[in-house]
């Protein structure tokens, strides 16, 4: 898995969230960049390393809720 991504709000959910290796078939793309941050690493939950230097644990769906840049 790379290391970054530009994830937006619009990017598609995928309707299965369980792939290890991240979400099958989801492209690295416009409307698709969550793909590289949606991976079931921890029980359909992933460790998010924040700005603030904290560290959450943030369920997939969650994902989208998440404010990713400034814009």
Do not use: Q
């Not at 991240?22 to 029980?43: L, N, Q, T, W």
């Not at 939950?45 to 994902?63: K, M, P, Q």
């Amino acid at each position: 898995m790379w290391v970054g991504s530009w994830p937006f709000d619009f990017d598609a959910v995928p309707d299965d969230v369980t792939g290890e290796i991240g979400y099958p078939g989801y492209p690295h793309a416009e409307g698709y960049f969550m793909g590289r941050f949606c991976i079931d690493r921890h029980k359909k939950a992933i460790n998010i390393g924040f700005v603030s230097s904290s560290v959450e644990r943030v369920y997939l769906e969650e994902l989208w809720t998440l404010k990713w840049h400034m814009n």
